[in-house]
């Protein structure tokens, strides 16, 4: 039996309001598609030599990032839902990196800037459609805040680290009323990284303890930390969050003493649920979860060939290559973000160069 705090399931129960029972019906009455176009996302400049799909929300506007034919540079950039591009960032300098990492139901956009002359440094960035771009105020000693996840409260989660005065990297959370706050850890923990965060304000990621252990952990409105314990009371050595839906649902990877991991999904209600691996693989990891139950990720065989996977609410997965037209001409696909739709966002290898990519679920 897999066990989990009471306390918590109480907490995370009583919160789930009207509209996320709603989802949870339609959940059992939709399943993902068994075949899927596939778009790319054209860039803006014939010399953007590569671009990256981060993240799609639920009205279809992706984000993503560019990079130049001279290596020199690259922007932030945001897709519509007709496809149209519109540059956030514009290539500051030759020095800066801008990206787009996340964005929320209202179109607002988090990312951040990487500094190529000052290494290990990152500025995070709000952007917003009528505002423009507002950076933020860093956690003390901190030089590199690479944000994860905004919610519809323009909330901001990511992990940042620095100098002497943050010798450890912390997650911290930013709004727009105030500066970064440090999320902190669990007692003892020198490290933290919040990786999501729900329109609920619930925020998931991970923390070590005095021992130097990973736990899995959930961060309240209030601000308290909850321990979710190193593999969710599971009989695996160890489990790692890499995502949190509006159900409170949590994906990651699960990993035991070999090198084989376990794609799971974790809920207050029902535990931790280890999704399928397609036939012939040893191992996967979820990366994205959206507000159905339907998990995207990878898979890879004992030869470390790995493949693109997509997992429905039930845990049935599918290989992507088995799901889009023949001879469709991607290869080396990476899936990075899923919307409520089922429309999915990534990138790989289409004509030789590295595109981002819109998939379609064909009705």
Known sequence: MRNFNIGLALFMTLTTDASMMAQTGEARRQSLAHQYTITQLAPIRADDLKTYAYAINSNNEVVGTTQDSSWNGASAILWDAQGTAQYILDQPDSCSFPFASAINDKGQVTGGVSLGCQPYSTSPYFWDKKLGVKYFHLLKGANASPPSAINSSQRVVGQAWGDFNL?????????????????????????????????????????????????????????????????????????????????GQLAGMCSDTTPQGAAFVWSASVGLRDLSLPTGDVGATAVAINNLGQAIGKAWDSSSKVTAVLWDADGSVQRVDDVLPPNSGWSDITLTGINLSGRIVGFGTYGGATRAFVMIPVK
Not at 178 to 201: F, K, M
Request: hydrophobic letters at 30%.
């Open 167 to 247: 010798p450890y990297p912390h997650a911290y959370l930013w709004t727009p009323q105030s500066q970064s706050v440090d999320l902190g850890t669990l007692p003892g923990g020198r490290t933290s990284n919040a990786v999501g965060i729900n329109n609920s304000g619930h925020i998931a990621g991970t923390s070590d303890d005095s021992l130097g252990a990973v736990h899995n952990v959930l961060w309240t409105t209030q601000g308290a930390i909850q321990d979710l314990g190193i593999n969710f009371g599971s009989s695996h050595v160890s489990c790692i969050t890499n995502a949190i839906n509006n159900r």
